[in-house]
């Protein structure tokens, strides 16, 4: 089974602080992605990466960076919090099969509260 | 650009009854198909995806789901649903070839009645 890990379920974080969140997934996939979900909005994709050290804009990349040093971990930057990135934040992975076809997997998400 | 409508935001039903949960999609190159389904607390997983082929796709659980190109739809079925079928429903899309990315719907809130 694919496992797809987040580094924390709930976080909690003041404004102006930089935040982490970890994502490592167990099956040798190329392709990485982070997501927030918000009500009514469904996911909105903020970065993916198709190998290690490559990565690429989402729609909603903005106050968002990304770091992939190695191919089972993506980890997601905020440089400085604000409220309004208080959200479901969801990572997600999948191989390579050719077209598009792949399947994604997905970690069971980050809660982030921002105060 | 690709994009996808989920017309319900939430739709109530109770146990043992059909369920259609409405997906439209709009794209000028040809697609593919998917439903994920997030139970509460959870991440997504792939409930069936439509790549190419028949267009009755059969996915995990019972449901199934059509590709109509013409009406640009994939709405999902359930003949009779069960209480621990609540959950939200995402349809997504993707354009074949290449790093396209997926689009996700804004998701459908699926309530069973006991």
């Known amino acids: 089974d694919v496992k797809v890990t987040q580094s924390s379920r709930y976080l909690v974080k003041r404004t102006g602080e930089k935040v982490f969140l970890e994502c490592v997934q167990d099956m040798d996939h190329e392709n990485m992605f982070w997501y927030r979900q918000d009500p009514g909005l469904g996911l909105r994709l903020i970065y993916f990466?198709?190998?290690?050290?490559?990565?690429e804009k989402g729609d909603i990349p903005e106050g968002y960076s990304v770091s992939r040093e190695k191919k089972e971990r993506f980890s997601l930057i905020l440089e400085s919090a604000s409220t309004n990135q208080t959200s479901m934040y969801l990572c997600a992975s999948s191989f390579v099969a050719g077209g598009g076809q792949e399947t994604q997997y997905f970690g069971p998400g980050t809660r982030l509260l921002v105060l | 650009a690709q994009s996808v409508t989920q017309l319900d935001s939430q739709v109530p039903v109770f146990e043992e009854a059909p369920v259609e949960l409405r997906c439209n999609y709009s794209?000028?190159?040809?697609?593919?198909l998917f439903w994920y389904v997030q139970y509460p607390n959870q991440g997504l997983q792939l409930l069936l995806k439509y790549l190419s082929g028949s267009t009755l796709v059969k996915g995990i659980n019972g449901f199934e789901a059509e590709f109509n190109k013409s009406q640009t739809s994939f709405h999902l079925r359930k003949p009779s649903v069960h209480i621990s079928d609540t959950a939200e429903y995402f349809c997504?899309?993707?354009?074949?070839?290449?790093?396209?990315?997926?689009?996700f719907g804004t998701g459908t809130k699926l309530q069973v009645i006991p």
């Open positions: 997504a899309v993707r354009e074949s070839g290449g790093y396209q990315k997926v689009t």
């Open positions: 990466s198709y190998d290690v050290k490559m990565k």
């Open positions: 794209s000028s190159v040809s697609v593919y």
